[in-house]
């Protein structure tokens, strides 16, 4: 595993949070994951670890190993391998391990059209004559003479109606 | 028992690759528009669900519904799937409600018969803007 771009990550990381989306950006990282087991992953965390002389390269490759926990699917195998890791032992392990579990949750997406309701359509409403309907689009006979009279129906009567001069033929 | 922790209805959301992290953009609490009717092309009803992992099933029968003063106007059926884990977001993105007059918009996440997330906002008429004419200007 080629742990350049890991090491160099991993001295300019300045919070857990900021190492964890980095680490997961490598490749290298997400291919652990691919190549081994939730178990196997945790394993490789306690032995570079623990080590009793560590040298940065074994924090490196720890801190990979944890990280790439989060790329496993099986959140149920997570849970299981992580409950066998040594930690407190590097200083952002509990951070790590806690966004290994927390920044995993499912996202449901869905598109949805709402359906287009049907609108009653226009009314024609003569002069003098009463229109009593569910639509609130009046259309007045302008030609003739005399008032129109609208009285929408009790599903409408809280609209404003839209009132719209016509030539009546 | 599966409970949301939070409900909103926006013009959108982005979810972090990594984080999984939920990010919304323009909250509504009101929609004001000029016009009715009016269709809203594209409104998105986000929750963030939360189960107890040793009692709660991890795929929910749920259904997404869109009333407008309390009358339905939608309601679509959605699984849920918890995918082993505590938490689940939801983003259900809703495409052209019509709106034939000012009213009152509550879209609620539901599964047997119970409310998981509710949120409510107000669709009203704004006030109509006036032209005003003034001289000058380029000649």
């Given at each position: 595993m080629d742990l350049s771009p890991l090491y160099e990550l991993y001295m300019y990381a300045n919070t857990p949070l900021f190492m964890y989306r980095r680490f997961r950006e490598v490749a290298a990282v997400e291919r652990l994951a691919k190549d081994q087991s939730a178990h196997d992953l945790v394993a490789a965390w306690n032995m570079y670890a623990c080590?009793?002389?560590?040298?940065v390269e074994d924090e490196v490759r720890a801190y990979a190993a944890l990280v790439a926990?989060?790329?496993?699917?099986?959140y149920q195998a997570v849970t299981t391998a992580l409950a066998a890791a040594h930690m407190?032992?590097?200083?952002?392990d509990m951070d790590i391990k806690d966004a290994v579990l927390r920044f995993r949750s499912p996202v449901v997406s869905v598109v949805l059209s709402a359906p287009r309701p049907q609108m009653p359509g226009p009314v024609f409403v003569r002069p003098g004559a009463y229109a009593d309907t569910a639509s609130n689009v009046y259309l007045i006979?302008?030609?003739?003479?005399g008032q129109a009279h609208c009285t929408a129906a009790s599903s409408a009567k809280d609209r404003s109606p839209t009132v719209i001069q016509v030539s009546g033929k | 028992m599966i409970r949301s922790k939070i409900a909103f209805l926006a013009d959108g959301i982005t979810v972090d690759l990594h984080t999984r992290l939920l990010t919304a953009y323009n909250v509504r609490d009101l929609i004001n528009a000029a016009?009715?009717?009016?269709?809203?092309p594209t409104i998105v009803f986000a929750v963030i669900l939360e189960r107890d992992v040793a009692i709660d099933n991890d795929v929910v029968a749920c259904s997404v519904r869109i009333l407008l003063d309390d009358q339905s106007v939608m309601d679509a059926p959605l699984d849920v799937k918890f995918d082993g884990q505590p938490t689940v977001k939801i983003g259900a993105t809703i495409n052209?409600?019509?709106?034939?007059?000012p009213c009152h918009m509550v879209a609620t996440l539901d599964s047997d018969g119970r409310e998981l997330a509710r949120y409510e906002l107000d669709i009203r008429l704004s006030a109509v803007p006036q032209i005003v004419q003034t001289s000058g200007g380029p000649q």
């Open positions: 080590k009793q002389e560590r040298t926990l989060s790329f496993v699917e099986d407190g032992v590097l200083r952002w006979d302008k030609s003739a003479h | 016009s009715f009717p009016l269709v809203i052209g409600v019509f709106v034939g007059q």
